[in-house]
Nanobody, 130 residues
Framework: QLQFVESGGGLVQPGGSLRLSCAAS????????VGWFRQAPGKEREWVGC????????KYAEFTRGRFTISRDDAKLMVYLQMNSLKPEDTATYYC???????????????????????WGQGTQVTVSS
């Protein structure tokens, strides 16, 4: 069973940066597209972005506007979300989730830019406030 643990959240001032980590266990992630999602209090969960199998393709929600970068290191079973120029509206619990990609080049590509995760972590809280 693939499992994830997110870390790296915390309190940051507007304009600051955070790097979230998503550590996988239970199996290799090399055949999975991995996405980041967030959920603010009282709001629905929204997709932030994703990385394809092998990391050759990344897709982002419009609200990230070049501020966020997703990367992965399959050898370390890690996926990262680098967030810069943070805004108060980025305050949320952030989750990573994986989608098995049997084609290895379908999810998180131009063919299917978004993913819905099958395997989820417990989330890490990000608070942007002065």
């Amino acid at each position: 069973q693939l499992q994830f643990v997110e870390s790296g959240g915390g309190l940051v001032q507007p304009g600051g940066s955070l790097r979230l980590s998503c550590a996988a266990s239970g199996r290799t992630v090399e055949n999975y597209a991995v996405g980041w999602f967030r959920q603010a209090p009282g709001k629905e969960r929204e997709w932030v972005g994703c990385t394809s199998v092998g990391g050759g393709s990344t897709k982002y929600a419009e609200f990230t506007r070049g501020r966020f970068t997703i990367s992965r290191d399959d050898a370390k079973l890690m996926v990262y979300l680098q967030m810069n120029s943070l805004k108060p509206e980025d305050t949320a619990t952030y989750y990573c989730a994986a989608k098995f990609d049997a084609l290895r080049n379908y999810y998180c590509t131009d063919a299917m830019p978004k993913i819905e995760g099958n395997y989820w972590g417990q989330g890490t809280q990000v608070t942007v406030s002065s």
